[in-house]
């Protein structure tokens, strides 16, 4: 089954811009995923589907702000302009037949 | 507006059973597979289990963590689905959320509110 790997934590600057990293492991690297946003307190929010290609698909109302791109296993969120309402946990999630799998998750702080 | 409304949490002694609910709108219910997902505190996101629509049979699927445990249901007539849990543990104890797709291929397009389970004697 596949597995996902997140860092544990990032922080960029308000205004700035920040890229989040969700690594498939060996043998998967042509899964496509779906990123999760959860603001404290809050439950999560989907963002986007992301393909190995970068094709990306957003959810209702999610901001321009955000968009999503791969390279090989690697598959990215990007978000510019920080907001300080974009702080918050960032889940990447993976699927295969009769399994979902979710990253540990990334705190992203907005200094 | 897509809605999914999460109920029937509480608390429940060790080895006791709990059945929660996950009422949509807003969308085709019928065309989607439900999944539950739940989150201890503090911690991150553990899938439970899912089902699928009637064309792919109704089937489920559960993690290993839970498997035995718990039973998914729908009921298409009513927009509803359901997580049957018995034999709860302690480590059970979580925030539990029912997810479905949308049409973007994603297993959780929309996600419910979340509803707290505690087991505790």
């Known amino acids: 089954q596949p597995v996902l790997t997140q860092s544990p934590s990032a922080s960029a600057s308000l205004g700035a811009s920040v890229k989040l990293t969700c690594t498939l492991s060996s043998g998967h690297s042509s899964y496509a995923i779906a990123w999760h946003q959860q603001q404290p307190e809050r439950g999560p929010r989907y963002l986007m589907k992301?393909?190995?290609?970068?094709?990306?698909s957003k959810g209702d109302g999610i901001p321009d702000r955000f968009s999503g791109s791969s390279s090989g296993a690697e598959r990215y969120l990007s978000v510019s302009s920080l907001q300080s309402e974009d702080e918050a946990d960032y889940y990447c999630?993976?699927?295969?037949?009769?399994?979902?799998?979710f990253g540990g998750g990334t705190k992203l702080t907005v200094l | 507006e897509v809605q999914l409304v999460n109920s029937g949490g509480g608390l429940v002694q060790p080895g006791g059973s709990l059945k929660l609910s996950c009422a949509a709108s807003?969308?085709?219910?019928?065309?989607?597979?439900i999944h539950w997902v739940r989150q201890a505190s503090g911690k991150g996101l553990e899938w439970v289990g899912r089902i699928r629509n009637k064309t792919n049979n109704y089937a489920t699927a559960y993690a290993a963590s839970v498997k035995g445990r718990i039973a998914i249901s729908r009921d298409d007539s009513k927009n509803a689905a359901y997580l049957q849990m018995n034999s709860l543990k302690t480590e059970d104890t979580a925030v539990y959320y029912c997810?479905?797709?949308?049409?973007?291929?994603?297993?959780?397009?929309?996600w419910g509110q979340g509803t707290l389970v505690t087991v505790s004697s």
């Open positions: 992301l393909n190995s290609d970068g094709s990306h």
């Open positions: 807003g969308f085709t219910f019928s065309g989607f597979a």
């Open positions: 997810t479905s797709g949308g049409g973007s291929g994603s297993p959780s397009d929309y």
């Open positions: 999630q993976t699927w295969d037949t009769g399994i979902v799998v």
